[in-house]
């Protein structure tokens, strides 16, 4: 059974970083996408930096220059490297994971972790 796991959340001050981790167990040896996605309190959940299954790295407008996804191959992990966090970045975050081709700019993924928080205060 496909699993996802998050770690790393936290709570920061405004300009601090994060690193979030996200780990999979039993996939198939397909090719997928993964993602990474937010949700804050009252808010649709939306898509914050992905892979898709075919390498093409795509970020959010509110976090380029400032969020960087990457895969560690040796940890098996997405990993997303927050820097310049700001309060509106404050939301769970959670990983994703598709069967092949999938863009973040729809929720309709195949596989979700059960997400991990991130709180900034000013």
């Known amino acids: 059974q496909e699993d996802l796991v998050e770690s790393g959340g936290g709570s920061v001050q405004a300009g601090g970083s994060l690193r979030l981790s996200c780990a999979g167990s039993?996939?198939?040896?397909?090719?997928?996408?993964m993602g990474w996605f937010r949700q804050a309190p009252g808010k649709e959940r939306e898509g914050v930096a992905g892979?898709?299954?075919?390498?093409?790295?795509v970020y959010a407008d509110f976090v380029k220059g400032r969020f960087t996804i990457s895969h560690d191959n040796a940890k098996n992990t997405l990993d997303l490297q927050m820097n310049n966090l700001t309060p509106e970045d404050t939301a769970m975050y959670y990983c994703?994971?598709?069967?092949?081709?999938?863009?973040?700019?729809?929720?309709?993924?195949?596989?979700w972790g059960q997400g991990t928080q991130v709180t900034v205060s000013a």
């Open positions: 994703a994971a598709h069967r092949y081709q999938k863009t973040i700019y729809t929720t309709l993924w195949d596989y």
């Open positions: 039993g996939f198939k040896n397909r090719r997928y996408s």
């Open positions: 892979i898709s299954s075919d390498g093409t790295i």
